[in-house]
């Protein structure tokens, strides 16, 4: 079974410049989040979707970013305009109902932001 | 915000040996989770242990749960070289605790390195 795929795996941008990241969750999982993980900390929950509804996006800071989940499957986070404190790893995870949100997440390999 | 709390933020162990981590968090819980993270895996989920249960074994792995203190530890036996990596608690909150929804807020994670 294929895991979360995300790309791209790296992104080195200018401050300023707009960028976007992808996720394609686990086949069938209707749940999806994006969180933000900064150097030596722990992941930090941006936004959850259940199906193409965002019911969770309380921590989405919402002046630069933005994420979509068009049919329900993939989804998309964009920054812009990125800036220096946005450099971290954006990781996209799935979870399927039948277990709920309240069970295991899966974890893509993430997407490493360098804004210089 | 970061609910759990990791300690110790490091730890070195030869290889054999047993390693324990301890995870303490603020909010009453549904459940408690631990991932680990390496950097060619990604987070990866290894255990759940829910708020009625006391301790829970997997493989090499055991957990224990103690509510009343608000804390959790995880117990890596006879370590490998391959378990050296950084490992998180994460926490679900329970529905009437007032921590809002439920998301997954993970701690600062132990870095643990295991020497062969």
């Known amino acids: 079974e294929a895991g979360v795929v995300q790309s791209p795996r790296y992104k080195i941008i200018e401050k300023k410049q707009p960028v976007a990241f992808w996720c394609n969750p686990i086949s069938g999982h209707n749940t999806l989040y994006w969180y933000r993980q900064n150097l030596g900390q722990g992941p930090e929950l941006l936004i959850r979707y259940e199906n193409e509804e965002a019911v969770d996006d309380s921590q989405l800071p919402k002046d630069r970013f933005s994420a979509e989940r068009l049919k329900g499957v993939d989804s998309t986070l964009k920054i812009q305009p990125a800036e220096l404190g946005d450099s971290a790893v954006y990781l996209c995870?799935?979870?399927?109902?039948?277990?709920?949100?309240?069970?295991?997440?899966?974890f893509g390999p993430g997407t490493r932001l360098t804004v210089l | 915000s970061q609910q759990g709390e990791e300690d110790p933020q490091a730890l070195s162990i030869q290889e054999g040996e047993n390693a324990t981590m301890n995870c303490s968090y603020k909010t009453s819980i549904n459940n408690l989770q631990w991932y680990r993270q390496n950097s060619g895996r990604g987070l990866v989920h290894l255990i759940l242990i829910r708020s009625n249960e006391r301790e829970k074994h997997s493989g090499r792995l055991r957990v224990t749960l103690d509510t009343s203190k608000k804390s959790s530890s995880l117990l890596i036996t006879a370590s490998r070289a391959a378990d050296t990596a950084s490992y998180f608690c994460a926490t679900v909150p329970s529905a009437n605790s007032g921590a809002g929804s439920y998301q997954l807020t993970f701690g600062k994670g132990t870095k643990l390195s295991v020497i062969p």
């Open positions: 995870a799935s979870s399927s109902r039948e277990t709920g949100s309240y069970n295991e997440q899966f």
